[in-house]
T-cell receptor, first 113, second 113 residues
Framework: NAGVTQTPKFRVLKTGQSMTLLCAQDMNHEYMYWYRQDPGMGLRLIHYSVGEGTTAKGEVPDGYNVSRLKKQNFLLGLESAAPSQTSVYFC????????????FGSGTRLTVV | GESVGLHLPTLSVQEGDNSIINCAYSNSASDYFIWYKQESGKGPQFIIDIRSNMDKRQGQRVTVLLNKTVKHLSLQIAATQPGDSAVYFCAEILGGATNKLIFGTGTLLAVQP
């Protein structure tokens, strides 16, 4: 099993451009999450989903949108990128019983210039 | 608001010594705690977890202690090895249906040969 796969791994955007980050998991997990990690800091929750077709806001949702059209995929969109969104983005998934906590992807490093 | 913090941002130990990484949490409603290891350029990796109805849990070379009275977690690593060098995060999950994970800021463990 691949676990949690994020694409792309790296991306450079110009201010105002849009993009979508894709997260795919093959563990049949109900819950999926998007986090951002800034230098020297822990991960902060952007948005999350407790099931197909549902999404909710986390700690830092402004400037991002998400969609969970299929159980295995969770998309994070930036409609108009800003330099403040330069960060490393991590996707994670978990089952209802939180067995072994969350499983994280390897991250997407995004730079907005 | 809820927060999870770490007492020591950097910990330097000699190879073979035991390491202790501490963490304070502020939400008494949290019912599940996880320690993650994050190596440079990678996503967080699950190490060990503990539920709030326990005060100690052991894994392979690692032990987590939970003191709910003072809202304190610790991660003990026995016979620390160079491969243990990484940033370690504690995280808490608030009780409820969302499984939202709140991270602390991390401790860098540097193992000296």
């Amino acid at each position: 099993n691949a676990g949690v796969t994020q694409t792309p791994k790296f991306r450079v955007l110009k201010t105002g451009q849009s993009m979508t980050l894709l997260c795919a998991q093959d563990m049949n997990h109900e819950y999926m999450y998007w986090y951002r990690q800034d230098p020297g800091m822990g991960l902060r929750l952007i948005h999350y989903s407790v099931g197909e077709g549902t999404t909710a806001k986390g700690e830092v949702p402004d400037g991002y949108n998400v969609s969970r059209l299929k159980k295995q995929n969770f998309l994070l969109g930036l409609e108009s990128a800003a330099p403040s969104q330069t960060s490393v983005y991590f996707c994670a998934s978990s089952d209802r019983d939180r067995v072994l906590g969350y499983t994280f992807g390897s991250g997407t490093r995004l730079t907005v210039v | 608001g809820e927060s999870v913090g770490l007492h020591l941002p950097t910990l330097s130990v000699q190879e073979g010594d035991n390491s202790i990484i501490n963490c304070a949490y502020s939400n008494s409603a949290s019912d599940y705690f996880i320690w993650y290891k994050q190596e440079s350029g990678k996503g967080p990796q699950f190490i060990i977890d503990i539920r709030s109805n326990m005060d100690k849990r052991q894994g392979q070379r690692v032990t987590v202690l939970l003191n709910k009275t003072v809202k304190h977690l610790s991660l003990q690593i026995a016979a620390t090895q160079p491969g243990d060098s990484a940033v370690y995060f504690c995280a808490e999950i608030l009780g409820g249906a969302t499984n939202k994970l709140i991270f602390g800021t991390g401790t860098l463990l540097a193992v000296q040969p």
